[in-house]
């Protein structure tokens, strides 16, 4: 299973929020690029990157700190955030992704995601597929649509898509574990997909259960800024 830190960007700065509330914002660090190098010196290999000022300009504002955190780590980002259109995304690779996540525009544009996915290849797009309850969420997780999580998710293998994020953001940010069940769900539906669990995870007890579901991964955010798992915990993971 692979441990994939968050770093999230508000004003260039390294930033969590709780439920994805802008109101409930809390700043760790002022230097993105040290808390990343701090990351891979305990053999870290992955980064989410998400550039919460371009999610909501709905362009990508923070391509700076993209930039920096490629030229000084060898870690594999996946960046997010304000990725609403064909030069948006070519600016993120070109700034040093190494994979980029489709988050609303999948769900409102689902033809142009499926155009990403035939010009770039299914390991560099990564479906966003944001859930409240089995359902997606959308209006910047605000609102539970009526659209099936499971749904969302067979349409977009069905095209070619391999990897998701499954971000339950009724947990994003609360440190009150993940939603276990749900990918355990989607493992045995869904073997095609491959899960990147988000959301609530708060100790190592919450990662051996998703690596004994089989997910291909977990984001881990809060969690680390808050200390509820320390950067040594998880070397047994990577190395």
Known sequence: MEIIPAIDIIGGQCVRLTEGDFDQQ?????????????????????LHLVDLDGARARKPVNLAVLENIAANTNLTIDFGGGLQSDEAV??????????????????????TVKSWLLK???????IGADFKGNN????????????PLQDFMSGYVKTGAKLFICTDVSKDGKLQGPSTNTYRHL??????????ASGGVTTVQDLEELQEIGVKGAIIGKAIYEG???LKDLERFVC
């Open 120 to 126: 770039y290849g299914a390991e560099k797009i990564i």
């Open 26 to 46: 809390t700043t760790y660090d002022s230097n993105p690029v040290e808390v990343a190098k701090r990351f891979e010196s305990h053999g870290i290999k992955r």
């Open 187 to 196: 493992k045995l539906t869904l073997p095609e997909a491959e899960v990147i």
């Open 228 to 230: 509820t798992i320390q």
């Open 90 to 111: 070519k600016q993120a690779f070109d700034a040093g992704a190494a994979q980029i996540t489709a988050g609303s525009i999948a769900v409102r544009e689902p033809e």
């Open 136 to 147: 997606i969420a959308i209006s910047a997780w605000t609102e539970e649509s009526k659209y």
